[in-house]
């Protein structure tokens, strides 16, 4: 797309900025510095500096410390760049070793109108590099003056990843995106750590065992990805995908991908065929989002936010569009992708960046100015946030054990638990309240950037279908969200996702090395049996002699589809909210890993695993 049609859409966007997004947050943006020269963007070097790195597209990096802005340059490479269109000096990382070494790296575009990928070095003065002594480690020649991409990261495997564009022109015309034997339209990944001043390959590479492959590729299909980034809590890769003439899109790189992935470019543009023949999408990996050319043009990657100056905002990915000037957040909100418009800034969105606290940045290449997007400190609740606490079904069962997954309430990684019973109805400065009762929370959780918070459901919801659920946070509640209300939601609690929690009558764990044995009675733990007799106040350890606190209706087990006898149902002694069911293993059930699912009436559980020996 041309910088003519880019700049008419911006104008006509500006008119047509439609209601079928979800409505603006509160969001702020605080002006961190102004009197950027057009910004490309935002880097720290995670050195324990503080400092935020500005890149200008005219060959010039600037530091910002203690938030103000440096009149002496970092880096001044000014006379080696070509700075026009969507050329210059594009991009700059900082090695996790940094601060011992002193290398940096950057991408520009020469004199010659071709991508180089250079180290420089700091000098003596920490705020001044060495901006003569260039090391150039590659050179990418580039057919056309656009689409150079432009972004590296250093991912958290330690390598250097480059963003390089499809070549330019429009429509891809010499079919950069799909071949192999260019490294335009790709993801590279590269060591450049390993043997300073060279290039190494990592032996990992996708396809540095195919013939005519360039090895350097980690990834390919993307026309234009000009900024990209890792998620420091997951190190998932997101990708922000500059479109053609009607698509803009988002690509998702999951932590455990061994690379090679294709993202369809030019066959598809986003989820739509691009090309009318041969569109065939097998084996592409699709965004996780697209968005039209109605309400905006020109994608502009961001960040996956895990700051602690706004909590609520945790977990959700901050990327803007250069010629709407929108800022949106896209969250995984139940099977899939919710986006939200956070603010409308009116500004030309070119780049997001962090500094060492994870707070995000922005810039308008309009003003040249970096501002610091503030959003609210309140804990946020996810769309089927709030679930049965075993098998994770959305919805809430009287009296039994529930989570809620919820951004802001947790800032370091780690769990935090009540170990008092009665449990308490706050921990670490969280509370949960159900239409208004407080729930008894037993732990506060964060694990691989996943927030969650783990409560007892009230008894009293009993009767009811749907209820209120709000999180607070240090006095301050977030938004209520309506949950439904069900008498019996079964799930069995497991190992890992998959293995039943069940224990031998002895109280020893079932495992495989200790298997459930044909004939013996074992007990397994689960969620959301229903109503009780002798019910304890919520919050309340379960009868630990009897009476017991047992199911008023109907509970079966069933292992490898058979039947087994049941001797006891209800809330587990000495437990608060957990179910226990004691059954007798078939004396025919087979050995291997068999199917186990409990019932609560005509209500069955999702189906798990048990190891059954002989």
């Known amino acids: 797309m041309s910088d003519v049609l880019r700049n008419v859409l911006k104008v006509a966007i500006a008119v047509m900025l439609s209601a079928q997004w979800l409505a603006a947050q509160d969001v702020r943006l605080i002006q961190t510095v102004t009197g950027v020269g057009a910004p490309t963007d935002i880097q720290n070097a995670g050195d324990g500096s503080g400092r935020l790195f500005i890149v200008q597209q005219n060959g010039i990096v600037r530091i910002v410390r203690n938030g103000i802005l440096m009149t002496v340059p970092f880096l001044d490479i000014h006379t080696r760049t070509q700075a026009d269109g969507e050329r210059g000096l594009l991009g700059l990382a900082f090695p996790p070793k940094f601060a011992q070494n002193g290398r940096f790296y950057v991408d520009y575009t020469d004199l010659a109108g071709n991508t180089v990928i250079a180290q420089y070095r700091v000098s003596s003065n920490p705020d001044v590099a060495d901006s003569i002594n260039e090391t150039a480690l590659l050179h990418i020649n580039q057919p056309f003056a656009n689409h150079n991409g432009g972004q590296l990261r250093f991912g958290p495997?330690?390598?250097?990843?480059?963003?390089?564009?499809?070549?330019?022109?429009?429509?891809?015309?010499?079919?950069?995106?799909?071949?192999?034997?260019?490294?335009?339209?790709?993801?590279?990944?590269?060591?450049?750590?390993?043997?300073p001043g060279h290039v190494q390959i990592p032996?990992?590479?996708?396809?540095?065992?195919?013939?005519?492959?360039?090895?350097?590729?980690?990834?390919?299909?993307?026309?234009?990805?000009?900024?990209?980034?890792?998620?420091?809590?997951?190190?998932?890769?997101?990708?922000?995908?500059?479109?053609?003439?009607?698509?803009?899109?988002?690509?998702?790189?999951?932590?455990?991908?061994?690379?090679?992935?294709?993202?369809?470019?030019?066959?598809?543009?986003?989820?739509?065929?691009?090309?009318?023949?041969?569109?065939?999408?097998?084996?592409?990996?699709?965004?996780?989002?697209?968005?039209?050319?109605?309400?905006?043009?020109?994608?502009?990657?961001?960040?996956?936010?895990?700051?602690?100056?706004?909590?609520?905002?945790?977990?959700?990915?901050?990327?803007?569009?250069?010629?709407?000037?929108?800022?949106?957040?896209l969250t995984h909100e139940g099977p899939g992708y919710t986006t939200r418009r956070l603010t409308t800034t009116g500004f030309s969105i070119t780049t997001f960046g962090a500094d060492e606290s994870g707070e995000i940045y922005v810039s308008d290449a309009n003003t040249g100015t970096i501002y610091h997007i503030i959003g609210q400190p309140a804990p946020r609740i996810p769309v089927g946030g709030v679930v049965n606490a075993a098998s994770f079904a959305p919805g809430l069962t009287p009296g039994s054990f529930a989570t809620v997954f919820v951004a802001g309430v947790l800032d370091t990684p780690g769990v935090v638990s009540n170990s008092q019973i009665p449990i308490p109805t706050s921990l670490n400065g969280v509370n949960v309240t159900v239409n208004g009762t407080p729930a008894p929370v037993y732990a506060v959780a964060n694990v691989n950037g996943i927030e969650q918070v783990n409560f007892q459901a009230p008894f009293d919801l009993a009767g009811k279908s749907t209820a209120s659920v709000v999180v607070s946070r240090g006095g301050v509640p977030g938004q209520p969200v309506n949950v439904a209300v069900t008498d019996a939601q079964p799930g069995i609690f497991t190992l890992e996702g998959t293995q039943a929690v069940a224990v031998h009558s002895d109280y020893t764990l079932v495992t495989s090395a200790q298997p459930l044995k044909p004939g013996e009675f074992a007990f397994l733990y689960a969620t959301g049996l229903g109503p009780v007799s002798n019910q304890p106040a919520t919050g309340a350890a379960a009868p630990s002699t009897p009476p017991f606190a047992e199911v008023k209706g109907s509970v079966s087990v069933t292992l490898a589809g058979m039947p087994c006898d049941v001797g006891f149902a209800g809330l587990a002694p000495g437990l608060v909210g957990v179910y226990q069911v004691n059954f007798r293993v078939p004396a025919n059930a087979p050995s291997g890993s068999d199917d186990v699912v409990v019932s609560a009436g005509s209500v069955a559980s999702p189906t798990v695993k048990a190891p059954v020996g002989r």
């Open 157 to 195: 495997d330690g390598y250097l990843y480059i963003g390089m564009g499809d070549g330019g022109s429009a429509g891809d015309p010499l079919h950069n995106g799909q071949s192999l034997g260019t490294l335009l339209g790709k993801m590279l990944r590269i060591d450049v750590e390993g043997n």
């Open 203 to 329: 032996p990992d590479n996708p396809f540095v065992s195919t013939a005519g492959a360039r090895p350097e590729i980690w990834a390919y299909g993307l026309r234009n990805p000009w900024r990209f980034s890792f998620d420091s809590a997951t190190n998932n890769l997101w990708i922000g995908d500059v479109g053609q003439d009607n698509y803009e899109e988002i690509d998702l790189q999951p932590a455990s991908s061994h690379g090679g992935e294709n993202y369809g470019w030019s066959i598809m543009e986003g989820n739509h065929c691009y090309q009318t023949a041969g569109c065939n999408t097998a084996g592409m990996t699709l965004p996780v989002l697209e968005y039209s050319h109605t309400i905006g043009c020109s994608i502009i990657g961001g960040l996956m936010y895990r700051g602690n100056a706004s909590p609520g905002f945790r977990g959700t990915y901050l990327y803007g569009d250069l010629c709407s000037g929108i800022i949106y957040g």
